[in-house]
């Protein structure tokens, strides 16, 4: 095999995402910390959703959302099994997360949020493993609505925080340790669960 033939045969076989009809190739590689937070997501979801209706997708599998936009979300919950092909989910997932890195992170808070919002997804994550925090949109009447952002904090970082004067700028007043997943009536997210592994 020539060199060209081998770089087009990888290229081909690099993840990419169509975002407005523009391709955008996807790093072939993403951090340690990005492959274990989507992995640690996808595993409390999937363990939430078993014998429910509800199904979970980790990162890999294609979401065809319209014409325009074809993207490979890390972590994706859907409802309605006609969504669900063969090569991968047509039309709008319940849930969506997407595990930010510096190359997608751009197009994670802006184009794609707004294809999201426009498909009609219900509830989208927005995670950074650098501050350990999940933003987290709901939408409301075709538009996303900034819920929280939830910030994980050690045990030692909460003691710190506590420790701090009330009216001190860097001082956070409520410490969140979970997060309400706004699509079920009964699932909640520990933070400490998303982050487990990531120093």
């Not at 990419?16 to 274990?36: A, F, L, Q």
């Not at 937070?37 to 429910?52: C, P």
Request: with cysteine; net charge negative.
């Amino acid at each position: 095999m020539d060199n060209l033939a081998y770089v087009d045969d990888f290229v081909l076989k690099r993840k990419r995402e169509v975002i407005d009809g523009m391709v955008y190739m996807m790093s072939p590689r993403p951090r340690y910390e990005h492959v274990t937070v989507s992995g640690n997501i996808f595993i409390v979801f999937s363990n939430y959703l078993k014998g429910k209706t509800c199904r979970a997708f980790p990162d890999g599998l294609d979401l065809f959302l319209d014409e325009k936009n074809q993207f490979v979300p890390d972590v994706m919950i859907v409802c309605d099994k006609n969504k669900i092909k063969h090569n991968g989910v047509h039309g709008a997932p319940d849930l969506v997360v997407e595990v930010l890195s510096k190359t997608t992170a751009q197009n994670d808070k802006t184009k794609k949020k707004d294809a999201y919002e426009r498909a009609g997804v219900k509830e989208y994550w927005l995670v950074d493993t650098w501050s350990k925090a999940v933003e987290v949109y709901l939408n409301d009447n075709g538009h996303f609505v900034l819920n929280h952002i939830y910030y994980y904090l050690t045990d030692e970082e909460i003691a710190e925080n506590n420790a701090l004067p009330d009216d001190d700028m860097n001082k956070i007043k409520k410490v969140d340790k979970e997060i309400k997943v706004s699509i079920f009536q009964d699932l909640v997210v520990k933070l400490e669960d998303v982050f487990e592994y990531i120093e």
